[in-house]
């Protein structure tokens, strides 16, 4: 059984930055497709970065182009989603997931079959 733990959450300012952590357990995250989504108050959840099992490559959502990044540690388990330049819209849960999305899935959340509790980002105007 795959277990997801995110971590990192808070509350910044507008232009600020926050460093989510997403630890694995269970399986090496290698052996999956591992996603950053996020939910808002009063909408959708919706899909915001993946590193994909296969090649490493990392995609992202219009929305956080060049402002987001997602990277890994191997040793720790451990995928992380560095925000910067934050924006009042960034504001929700974020949760990490793990599938095996195609690449033409990667942003459809019920591809997945892991899930983490989610951590709450706030960021002020």
């Known amino acids: 059984q795959v277990q997801l733990v995110e971590s990192g959450g808070g509350l910044v300012q507008t232009g600020g930055s926050l460093r989510l952590s997403c630890v694995v357990s269970?399986?090496?995250?290698?052996?999956?497709?591992v996603s950053w989504f996020r939910q808002a108050p009063g909408k959708e959840r919706e899909f915001v970065a993946a590193?994909?099992?296969?090649?490493?490559?990392?995609h992202y959502a219009d929305s956080v182009k060049g402002r987001f990044s997602i990277s890994k540690d191997t040793a720790l388990n451990t995928i992380y989603l560095q925000m910067n330049n934050l924006e009042p819209e960034d504001t929700a849960v974020y949760y990490c997931a793990a599938g095996r999305p195609i690449l033409s899935a990667i942003a459809t959340a019920n591809m997945y079959y892991y899930w983490g509790q989610g951590t709450r980002v706030t960021v002020s105007s």
């Open positions: 590193r994909r099992q296969s090649g490493g490559t990392t």
């Open positions: 269970g399986e090496s995250f290698t052996r999956y497709t």
